[in-house]
């Protein structure tokens, strides 16, 4: 039988990031263009992916005393007007649902493009004293924003994620709650998905419709543009007072519950590609990798390489997510590209001569390298490997990040920079929406966030020369 | 502090069925209704009980080797008309979307009410080869369909569910698959939730709009109705013929891909409800119980009764699911009430006396009756109890549902029979549609399935009197 030849070669990513972006996606069986305007299937290796950060995040929901439950939907599109500012942020992207069968609806149902409405709605029939707080719960769901622009995982008319959405007897509470929840998305990011990213405050202009604060987690992508990877919403008692969610406090008053929202999304999984992806295709962490190691023996025609094949993958499939490629109408190059294309952290390769030396070949797809395994340790060294490379992958794209933040005072030079950008600007803020939109006009650059940690450059705003209040991160965004 | 009074009694199930299972549904915190036509809220003690189905489900699809996958919710309106007998079977509860922002879309879309239409799109355009088969996935999602009679869980407008969708190289493995999951679903039924059923055949009217055959797993409720607890439907080269499947065999001719689609639903929890729940309320098998094993210390305020509930917490917490109830603001009798309404299989209550005589007091909410476990032996009695208490449940439905299987061979009999049927009648019947049309006019039941064990009453049909060609159970249904 010929053997195929391996044809599915990525574009450079640094000829066309955006090509290498899709090329990434489509031939590595991550997902596929759905035909349904800005929509993605997500294929099964995406899935399983998305499957690790799912059951990642979903235990720390847990351990946290967040419950699961599933609300509707559909939302009437009275809810979706109670709270103003809410309303015109989504409704440019909302779609409508207008008829059952053949007949009209006698009111308009939206999909939901997050569920603060329907929450709420139920919150507040549920809610009565003080004993009934807090109410935390979470939902993992579809929802559906009408965008104009999409791009598989980064943007798309339909996303899967999850929603947390809480109510405290106090301010404090749900501000600690806020802040929890983007430990916990840090976590997510930075511990699991080698991910590392730069928390911080929202700008009001960039804040969630309908929240009084808006905390994120802010990715830099190799293209040194942002990527907003996480949320968490302070949102005070403002929907509270639209959705009526009071209850009887511990002095016999009357209260307005105090809430917090928060989501992450499959975003997350583009936000890997392009923080980790390189010229071979993916390279996906341990930690969330659907397989973590694979075995191709070299020689399987030859001598007793097929039974320790199947002897080593019995040692090692219940300790780590494991496949054996025995195909027979495959070339070991095809294998070894096909893999590595997918980004698999660590390849084992042995024939007669390894077996008979006593080791194992492991090729480390983070660094391209090879290292020998002891035969005899292979499940503990192996295990060792894969910490080495999950923290080696991580401090890469850390000092990677590191390297492309900039300092600028002086706006001439951030303009010029900014034509190109290859990264983050540090720059004083006056704190004025007017300057951050100039900003934008001048330049594309955003403010990614305020920072926790501000670093003052200058007294004076960058952009206005007003005095300044913040020091924030700026950058172009996907 | 005064003690609260326990005031959330369920109706009794033989005085009123329908009110007792709204009660249960309510009380118990499984659902509530949403403000939105049909649909309902699953909370969190619902959702709990559809994680564990859901988990041990989703172990059983991928070790026969499938994948899970996510495709769009929404779907174009000329994708479902391809295939003309699904478009009948499912255009008059299909929700449109018509708008998107301010602006009327070009083309409808639906909102799946299941995803062969979509799915089979996808798999017409990545199947090539047989090389590429079979294609063995599932998706765990939302579906709509806009139903005129409702109730939580049983029939929604919106439910969630898995849909598996594969594709194959012959006949025979697609008719091998099709029984395959039948099995799977017949498994999680019995061999988990404790919920014994019929499996057979459905008849060409009630079988899947499009499928060549559907396959059923029936079961009964607790006032004898059937309720249709999962499908899994053969269908053959026919949404291949319509969506463009083909693939290149091995003998070098292009041939139709053989399928087969196969669900369960939250519907599954209805089921549990009316096949397990009493007059206290819920009884949760405990393989799919949220919380299996409750800790009420009693008499907390003496000696170390407290010290000793947390001791016991800690021994059982990473063996079992289990709560320790030391709440202080409810009196011993609410707290017996309140989880004996939720169903939790086994309570373990103790005070000092236990603790001297160094046993554990053990209260099976199946049987209601009290047992001894020893104190030193304890996980290991429980770990038995439980079991016995999963065989007991799964024995005495199943009892019950043999008990009420009836044979008839008189039309007249039937009908008296029919007007307060408790159970499944098993009758002759001819095959021909017009007799099972007839026999629904008549009596209100329907042909549940065409078991696989057919068995020989007469050589007529009862209904027609025409030569018999079946054995069919029939029943009336939710």
Redesign the interface.
């Known amino acids: 039988m010929s053997k195929k030849k391996f044809v599915k070669a990525v574009t450079s990513r640094d000829d066309d990031f955006a090509q290498w972006y899709t090329d990434v996606v489509l031939k590595t069986g991550l997902a596929?263009y759905?035909?349904?305007k800005g929509?993605?299937?997500?294929?099964?290796y995406g899935?399983?992916l998305?499957?690790n950060i799912k059951n990642i995040a979903d235990g720390k929901f847990k351990e946290t005393g967040h419950?699961?439950?599933?609300?509707?939907?559909?939302?009437?599109e009275n809810?979706l007007r109670k709270e103003a500012e809410h309303f015109e942020g989504f409704?440019?992207?909302?779609?409508?649902?207008?008829?059952?069968?053949?007949k009209e609806l006698t009111e308009?149902?939206l999909?939901r493009p997050t569920s603060e409405t329907?929450i709420c709605?139920?919150y507040a029939?549920?809610i009565q004293s003080y004993?009934d707080l807090p109410v935390l719960?979470n939902q993992w769901?579809?929802v559906?924003r009408?965008e104009k622009t999409t791009r598989p995982f980064l943007r798309t008319s339909?996303f899967?994620w999850q929603e947390g959405h809480t109510v405290h007897e106090t301010k404090k509470e749900a501000e600690e709650e806020t802040l929890r929840m983007l430990e916990i998305y840090r976590q997510i990011a930075e511990e699991n998905m080698a991910m590392p990213v730069i928390l911080g405050r929202k700008s009001e202009k960039e804040k969630f419709a309908g929240a009084d604060k808006t905390y994120t987690m802010e990715a830099m992508m190799y293209d040194g543009k942002a990527l907003q990877a996480g949320t968490s919403h302070y949102l005070a008692e403002n929907f509270s007072k639209m959705f009526g969610i009071t209850f009887l406090g511990r002095d016999g008053q009357e209260h307005y519950g105090w809430s917090t929202s928060w989501g992450v999304s499959t975003r997350l999984i583009g936000g890997l590609i392009m923080v980790h992806g390189d010229d071979r295709g993916l390279r996906i962490p341990p930690k969330v990798a659907p397989t973590q190691v694979v075995i191709v023996p070299i020689g399987l025609e030859k001598g007793n390489i097929g039974e320790k094949a199947d002897e080593i993958y019995a040692r090692l499939k219940d300790k780590f997510r494991v496949k054996l490629d025995t195909r027979e109408?495959y070339s070991i190059g095809w294998k070894f590209n096909e893999w590595e294309m997918k980004g698999i952290p660590v390849r084992l390769e042995f024939g007669n001569k390894e077996l008979s030396e006593g080791y194992i070949t492991a090729f480390r797809r983070d660094k391209l390298e090879k290292i020998k395994l002891s035969f005899n340790n292979l499940e503990q060294e192996l295990e060792d490997l894969l910490n080495t490379i999950q923290n080696d992958m991580y401090n890469d794209a850390k000092e990677r990040m590191e390297s492309k933040i900039y300092k600028f005072d002086d706006y001439y030079k951030l303009k010029e920079w900014s034509k190109d950008s290859n990264g983050f600007a540090k720059i004083m803020w006056s704190g004025d929406m007017e300057d951050e939109e100039k900003l934008r006009e001048d330049t594309g650059l955003t403010i990614r966030c305020i920072p926790f940690d501000e670093e003052k450059i200058s007294d004076k705003c960058i952009i206005s020369g007003k005095d300044a209040k913040h020091m924030v991160y700026v950058a172009k965004a996907y």
């Open positions: 596929d759905a035909p349904v929509c993605m299937v997500i294929r099964p899935f399983a998305w499957e419950q699961n439950a599933y609300f509707p939907l559909l939302i009437p809810f409704s440019p992207e909302v779609l409508w649902v207008t008829q059952g069968g053949d308009r149902l999909i329907m709605t139920m029939k549920w004993r719960m769901c579809n559906v009408w339909e899967l109408e």
